[in-house]
């Protein structure tokens, strides 16, 4: 049976409650004085996604990746961290530093490549070479679940862009 806020598989992937990306893109394209239409300019993108990111509360995790979050927020004199509110004292986490976490937790399992895209979901045999390639070919939430299969928390990630 299914809850009122989703499937299990759904729910558990999901941002923390208390960041939504929604609403503090939001804000932050209103402190930087722009309109859905000057934002949307400056981004590179049709008005009507700039209303989508701000009306859906995952839209932008879920259609867009680390790097054009990243472009996103650079149009808005804003950071990744600040769209999120990352708050962390760990270390960053860069994409190389993923690929080879990749590597040796494939070798911890004893399983191959592929046996791990099917535990997280995503196919990442064509997104690890150069390793930058899986913050441009992966969404946020594809992100977040490779980051859940490797134990690291994925805003460990955004404060690497």
């Known amino acids: ?7 299990p598989w759904l729910t558990a992937n999901v941002m923390p409650e208390t960041v939504v990306p ?17 934002a949307a300019r400056r981004i590179g993108v049709q008005s009507p996604c700039i209303w989508d990111i701000e009306s859906f ?3 932008i995790t879920s ?7 990243q472009r996103f927020c650079k149009a808005l004199d804003a950071s990744p961290t600040e769209l999120f509110e ?9 994409a190389k530093e993923l690929v ?6 494939c070798q911890k399992r004893g399983v191959t490549l592929e046996q791990f895209e099917d535990a997280v979901g995503w196919r990442l045999t064509q997104c690890m070479n150069p390793p930058e390639r899986l913050l441009e070919d992966m969404s946020l939430d594809g992100l977040q679940w490779l980051c859940r299969e490797l134990g690291i928390d994925w805003r460990r990630v955004i404060l690497s862009l």
């Open 57 to 59: 509360e995952h839209e």
């Open 63 to 69: 259609c867009y990746s680390p790097l054009e979050v």
């Open 1 to 7: 049976m299914l809850d009122a806020i989703g499937p």
């Open 86 to 94: 990352v708050a962390t004292s760990e270390p960053a986490v860069s």
């Open 22 to 38: 929604s609403k503090r893109f939001r804000e932050l394209r209103e402190r930087a004085g722009l309109s859905i239409d000057e």
């Open 100 to 105: 080879e976490r990749i590597h040796t937790e």
